[in-house]
Structures are given as C-alpha cells and as structure tokens.
C-alpha cells in the first residue's frame, strides 16, 4: 500500500497553533515563501546603481497589472525622497498665466482620471541587438510595467494657464538630481498625457516619481518624467542630452534616428521560463503584448521557431496602451522546440523577426528592439534565450 502524503496525514503547525493577529503587518507583503519574486538589476550593465535600470519578474506575475514593489525601476541619479509638502509644480514659458501647483492644488482639481498604461523603457530588450545574450524574461524584457495611474489629463493644466498661440512644445522636467528634461510635442501633451499621483490606488512610490510623475501612453519610458517639478512651454524642442545623445537611434549609414517615442508593437513568451518539470502532456504557454499605437488584435505562438503560427488567447481586460495577457495550450512531445510570439495591434502593424528589424535599423542601435523572441526548450524541459534564422 502507498505510504499517505504526510502533509495531509499529519497535521501541520499552521493547522495546530493560532497566527498573527490583524495589525501585525499593517503594510501587508507577500508570503515568505515567494521572497524569491523581486526586481533585480545586472551588475555589469552599468556603473552604478544611482544611474541604472533593474527588471520586472515578468516571468512570475500573472494578468496585465505589476504589483507596484516589483515595478522596474530607471533612474539616473537614484531614488528622490520628496516629501509631497515641499513639492510644487510649476507652468512656466509660453502661457498666459504661469502658475504653481502644491499637491493639495492638484488634488482638487477637475478633470481627475484613472487610465491602465504600460511603461517600456526605449532600452527594454537593448542588450538583444547583436544576438541573444541574457537568459530569462526578466532581463530580456524586463524593463516594463503596467499600473492604474490615477491624477490629472496634462490638458487641463495647460489650459489653466492658457497655451500661448506659438506654444508648440512642453518641456517636463524631475526634481531630482539628474533634473531629467525631455521635449514632449503640444500635440501629444493635449492629447492624454496625465500627471499622476497615484498607481494602483496608493500613492506613487518613490522609485516611480513620488509625489507626481509625468505618464506619456505609448511613448518611450525615458519621457515619462518622474519627481515632475516643472512643465515650460516653449515653441520648439529643446535637445536636452535626453533627447540627442542618448535615445536617438544610430543607424547603418551614421546618421541617427531622432524622437523615436512610440514604442512598437511587442510580446514575449514569460511562461515556461523555469524548466518544465512536468514532461510530455499538456503545456500552457503564457506571455504578454503591448503596442504604443493602442490595444492587441491577435497574438499568435509557433513551436517551431516561427515555421507554423497559432492563433493565442487573449485574457483579461484589452486597453490602449496596456500590457495584454494571451494563453496557449499544445501537447508537448517531450521534443525540443522553439518557442515564439508574435504580436498585431489594432493598427496592423506585425510584430518583427529580428532579422527584418536588424534589415532597417542595423546593428548599432540600443533602444526600440521589439524583435521576435525565441526560447530554445530542450528535451529536458530546460529554456534558453536563442536566436534563429
Ligand atoms: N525621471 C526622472 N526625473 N529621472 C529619471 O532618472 N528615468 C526615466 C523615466 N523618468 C528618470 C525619469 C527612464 S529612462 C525611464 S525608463 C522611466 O522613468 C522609468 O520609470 P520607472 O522607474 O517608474 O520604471
Ligand atoms: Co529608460
């Protein structure tokens, strides 16, 4: 006769004793025994951690929305501690009215708004240009989140200071030590920017710009200022470093490629990742897409590097500009195979091999690689970053 499981023949501990009562985690955080669920940097990708990048466990979270602790943090002169009492907004240059903002302004403002975005730095998937390098999702695709941000439609700021005719541009810059500027075109900033003060119902947390960040749907990840202290209004770009020396894209001939700020439509395979332990039989196979141009229209898996698509599913809430969750099933053979995704968005445009992005944009760039993905998974169920062609 089998011996019983004895974690249900005998009875353990948390059957036997009484736990912590309520209050003694007034901030509640995740089991103990999924410690192993956090974001975690590449030591040798940079310097420093004060101006650096670290990656979503994309690879263990399920849906479309990132628990706020595990967001991917980008700064380039480390985390600023504002206390949201010493912090102003200030709109400044070309408007009628300049004006100054306490938080306590504009949290009674009109016009408040909650919109799911997702955030992709330019460099997501940066270290991929020249073959694969780095194993796992998290490091590949890593440099991504998705949250409710709650705050104020950027329009109605700018209109309460009235945008003078020749105000074509709006230049947003952070409060902290890297005072991080970018350029945003009139056209965009009136379109759905947000300054948010609010991610997944809380406060934004510190790493993400407390008290208030700039959200820019769609648009690259560096524009998307954080510890926001000031919006000026101006009539043309202002090629802060943020936007000539770094986030352009050098491309074969030399030349560069300027304000690349949507990001392209993308998807990777997050699950399997770990090895499959499982063997042959049923597998699912789960991953996320996103597009700056709007929502996902399909999402198709091959196992077979890219020879044969199968259309995935896709689950969970489509939004514009949000990550989205697709799901698919096959019965594996216990056979190596090469996994991939290809994601459409609502606009037609069909997710790259990287052989075709490499054909227009060379091999020289850092940002914007939203090339297909392969995972090599061998017979043992074990999963490797490849490249094939
Ligand atoms: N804003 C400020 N003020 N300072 C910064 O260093 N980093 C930018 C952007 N906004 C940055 C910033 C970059 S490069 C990215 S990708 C995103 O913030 C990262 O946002 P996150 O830290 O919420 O993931
Ligand atoms: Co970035």
Redesign the pocket.
């Known amino acids: 006769m089998a011996e019983g499981d004895p974690v249900i023949t005998e009875i353990q501990d948390w059957n036997r004793y009484p736990g912590d009562g309520v209050d003694a985690r007034p901030y509640g955080q995740p089991s103990q025994f999924e410690s192993h669920v956090v974001r975690k940097n590449v030591p040798w990708l940079t310097s420093d951690t004060i101006?650096s990048?670290n990656f979503?466990p994309l690879h263990e979270l399920e849906g479309i929305i990132t628990p706020n602790g595990l967001?991917?943090?980008?700064?380039?002169?480390g985390i600023?501690e504002i206390d949201r009492a010493n912090h102003r907004l200030m709109i400044n240059g070309l408007v009628d009215k300049p004006l100054v903002f306490t938080m306590a302004d504009l949290k009674r403002f009109p016009g408040r708004e909650n919109r799911v975005y997702f955030?992709?730095?330019?460099?997501?998937t940066g270290m991929e240009w020249r073959g694969s390098q780095l194993n796992g999702c998290q490091y590949t695709h890593g440099?991504i989140?998705c949250v409710m941000y709650t705050g104020v439609r950027l329009k109605h700021i700018l209109e309460e200071a009235g945008v003078k005719a020749a105000g074509s541009w709006v230049l947003a810059?952070?409060?902290?030590a890297?005072?991080?500027t970018?350029s945003i075109p009139m056209e965009k900033a009136l379109d759905d920017c947000m300054v948010a003060f609010a991610m997944n119902g809380e406060a934004l947390?510190p790493?993400?710009?407390y008290p208030i960040?700039?959200v820019v749907p769609g648009w690259?990840?560096?524009?998307?200022?954080?510890?926001?202290r000031r919006l000026e209004v101006g009539d043309q770009p202002w090629q802060q470093r943020?936007e000539t020396s770094k986030?352009t894209d050098l491309l074969a001939n030399g030349k560069a490629r300027r304000f690349t700020w949507k990001m392209d439509v993308k998807s990777v395979i997050t699950s399997p990742q770990v090895p499959i332990v499982h063997g042959k039989g049923r597998t699912l196979v789960s991953g996320l897409a996103w597009s700056g141009s709007g929502t996902i229209k399909r999402v198709d898996v091959s196992i077979d590097g890219g020879r044969n698509w199968h259309a995935a599913r896709i689950d969970g809430p489509s939004l514009p500009m949000a990550l989205h969750r697709f799901y698919y099933e096959f019965d594996w053979d216990g056979s190596e195979i090469f996994l991939q995704s290809r994601a459409i968005d609502e606009s037609g445009f069909v997710q790259p091999t990287k052989d075709q992005l490499r054909a227009v944009r060379g091999e020289n760039s850092i940002y914007h690689n939203n090339g297909i993905q392969t995972w090599h998974v061998n017979k043992d169920g074990g999963v490797e970053n490849v490249e094939i062609s």
């Open positions: 101006s990048i979503t967001c991917f943090e980008g700064h380039h002169a600023a955030l992709e730095c330019a460099a997501n440099m989140h810059e952070g409060a902290d890297s005072a991080m970018r947390r790493e993400q710009g960040r700039l690259e990840g560096n524009m998307w200022v954080k510890w926001l943020e986030y």
